[in-house]
T-cell receptor, first 113, second 116 residues
Framework: EPEVTQTPSHQVTQMGQEVILRCVPI?????FYWYRQILGQKVEFLVS????????KSEIFDDQFSVERPDGSNFTLKIRSTKLEDSAMYFC???????????FGDGTRLSIL | AQKITQTQPGMFVQEKEAVTLDCTYD???????LFWYKQPSSGEMIFLIY??????QNATEGRYSLNFQKARKSANLVISASQLGDSAMYFC?????????????FGSGTRLQVQP
């Protein structure tokens, strides 16, 4: 069964550095999402992306965050200047149509030192 | 705004027995979807089952069924014949079905432990 793949599985970064988290959505999917889960807490929506633009974002998704689909397969989340509180598991998800259940990747654990 | 409440931080069940994980929700959207996800200790999020607010029948997927009671705003997950591999965190989630609104709102989760 096709899967959403995320790399790296674990990223360790110094505070203030930029980090890019990568996702390869399922190949015929058109809608893409990022979520995060701070350790021990609930999963929180960050952003959704369709037709090469952001279609919805949460309050968490401020100016330090950006998303990009640089080619036909990758979907990236960039955090410009990381803070300690950005430490979390980041999940990418995708769907083929707007109303399908979102299928998640295995996540990238981001640790900010 | 949408809200999901899962009141059971942890549950125990004996292998081969059925277990119900509770989920209540609140929304002003007339059309919405309800979802359950499983998160094993390895961390990935696995989609289990979906229920649309206008679906007449309760959703079932193998050993998983969703007990949807719209008037009570509840969407409980029933796992029949529990297996050791069912031990995991379970999250209830919802989203509006309005065009352009696709964000899932998650509950705080229930940790299920299946005992042999």
């Amino acid at each position: 069964e096709p899967e959403v793949t995320q790399t790296p599985s674990h990223q360790v970064t110094q505070m203030g550095q930029e980090v890019i988290l990568r996702c390869v959505p399922i190949s015929n999917h058109l809608y893409f999402y990022w979520y995060r889960q701070i350790l021990g807490q609930k999963v929180e929506f960050l952003v959704s992306f369709y037709n090469n633009e952001i279609s919805e974002k949460s309050e968490i998704f401020d100016d330090q965050f950006s998303v990009e689909r640089p080619d036909g397969s990758n979907f990236t989340l960039k955090i410009r200047s990381t803070k300690l509180e950005d430490s979390a598991m980041y999940f990418c998800a995708s769907t083929r149509t707007e109303n399908q259940p979102q299928h998640f990747g295995d996540g990238t654990r981001l640790s900010i030192l | 705004a949408q809200k999901i409440t899962q009141t059971q931080p942890g549950m125990f069940v004996q292998e081969k027995e059925a277990v119900t994980l509770d989920c209540t929700y609140d929304t002003s959207d007339p059309s919405y979807g309800l979802f359950w996800y499983k998160q094993p200790s390895s961390g990935e999020m696995i989609f289990l089952i979906y229920q649309g607010s206008y679906d007449q029948q309760n959703a079932t997927e193998g050993r998983y069924s969703l007990n949807f009671q719209k008037a009570r705003k509840s969407a409980n997950l029933v796992i029949s014949a529990s297996q050791l591999g069912d031990s995991a965190m379970y999250f209830c989630a919802m989203r509006s079905m309005d065009t352009g609104r696709r964000a899932l709102t998650f509950g705080s989760g229930t940790r299920l432990q299946v005992q042999p």
